[in-house]
């Protein structure tokens, strides 16, 4: 039998695994959590204050309605929060977010891309307007935030960026142009700031979520049973059927318990993925 011989950091590594602790496993990191405030983007950013990581939180609040937020959340878990009202659709405001992050904590460790928007119309009747704010807030801003945090986490040799691209980054579905187009090409993005990264010690994924039960998607459903006459849950699935095989909601709380996975030490060797939580959607 030959023996099998491992080089120090690789006794280092599995120290570090073996001994982080599941709760406060960030304690420490900095993230920067765009479109926060609410639905997916808030689960996310509770999820990782909840591991013990500082945020800059971001979001279309005004500066006035966004700092109590933060603070909100700061004192429920004890980390740091601050609150940048940023235009994301400019990139001069995703660079000034990205600077101000690193002005108030030092560094940013973890990036999440999620902020986003939706129109809905055939190709024919797509307004020029609507196809460019849907680019540059889905995927454009992606774009110039991880610009902006690279050379950071390059310096400091660990870094983790996870773009929220929907499922709709592998399959589309009709009337919805621009934001397959976006969703697509952040993947795209995802696997190129991957290979760039790959042995300075950050990853970079996207994660493809299908339905969530946000509280928009909560008032789709409501509404959906007030015109069909039918029953809440008989809506429910009526709207999940129609592109999940399973008729079950994700969670932003499972999104968002994803998401420190994905920054923990475990998940060091997964870069340049996409993570399916569609309800088996991108199956069929």
């Not at 009709?174 to 993005?189: E, Q, S």
Request: proline residues 3%.
């Amino acid at each position: 039998m030959h023996a099998v011989l491992s080089r120090p950091e690789d006794h280092r590594l599995t120290t570090e695994v073996a001994t982080q602790p599941v709760l406060r496993s960030l304690s420490g990191r900095t993230a920067i959590v765009t479109g926060s405030t609410r639905g997916i983007g808030e689960g996310i950013a509770r999820a990782l204050a909840e591991a013990g990581c500082n945020l800059v939180l971001n979001g279309r609040r005004s500066s006035e309605e966004g700092e109590p937020f933060a603070d909100a959340i700061a004192a429920t878990w004890n980390v740091e929060v601050r609150y940048h009202a940023a235009d994301l659709r400019t990139s001069s405001h995703v660079e000034r977010l990205a600077a101000y992050a690193q002005e108030q904590f030092g560094t940013v460790d973890i990036l999440v891309n999620n902020a986003g928007i939706q129109h809905v119309a055939p190709i024919e009747a797509f307004a020029d307007e609507c196809w460019d704010n849907v680019l540059s807030l889905n995927l454009t801003a992606a774009f110039h935030a991880i610009k902006g945090v690279l050379p950071g986490m390059r310096t400091h040799g660990w870094g983790r960026i996870i773009n929220i691209a929907s499922v709709h980054s592998l399959v589309a579905s009709p009337n919805k142009c621009a934001y397959v187009a976006a969703k697509h090409g952040l993947l795209g993005l995802t696997k190129v700031v991957a290979l760039e990264t790959a042995n300075d010690g950050i990853t970079c994924n996207a994660i493809c979520p299908g339905w969530v039960l946000t509280e928009l998607v909560q008032h789709q459903v409501e509404a959906r049973a007030t015109a069909s006459g039918m029953c809440p849950e008989e809506a429910r699935i009526d709207l999940l059927r129609a592109k999940q095989p399973m008729f079950e909601f994700s969670s932003v709380e499972s999104i968002g318990a994803l998401t420190v996975f994905l920054c923990s030490s475990h998940a060091r060797t997964m870069t340049g993925a996409a993570y399916t939580m569609d309800g088996g959607w991108a199956a069929v």
